[in-house]
């Protein structure tokens, strides 16, 4: 099992940056890719970035490609998602999920977090 607490939510104005944490516990972190997903209100959820865990690349989303940087530090067992440039279409409740394989897609990773808001006022 790996436990996933997000953290680092919040209220931002258009144009501003949040940093998102994920802290994991349990089974070896560094053996899962971490990914990030979005939520927003009626719509589905969509992938956002996704680390690995062996080498560090990183895949990020078309929308927030250039904006949005994903890093991990192995020792703290914590995943980020440094989030510059903000738009109001970002506002979503954010979720990190780790996986066994570098994946894009929801089915493919075996545990989620709770959640976190962004909410990005125009």
């Known amino acids: 099992q790996v436990q996933l607490v997000e953290s680092g939510g919040g209220l931002v104005q258009a144009g501003g940056s949040l940093r998102l944490s994920c802290a994991a516990s349990g089974r070896t972190f560094s053996k899962y890719a971490m990914g990030w997903f979005r939520q927003a209100p009626g719509k589905e959820r969509e992938f956002v970035a996704v680390i690995s865990w062996s080498d560090g690349s990183t895949y990020a989303a078309g929308p927030v490609k250039g904006r949005f940087t994903i890093s991990r530090d192995n020792a703290k067992n914590t995943v980020y998602l440094q989030m510059n440039s903000l738009k109001a279409e970002d506002t979503a409740v954010y979720y990190c999920?780790?996986?066994?394989?570098?994946?894009?897609?929801?089915?493919?990773?075996?545990?989620w977090g709770q959640g976190t808001q962004v909410t990005v006022s125009s």
């Open positions: 999920a780790a996986s066994t394989r570098l994946g894009r897609r929801g089915y493919e990773y075996d545990y």
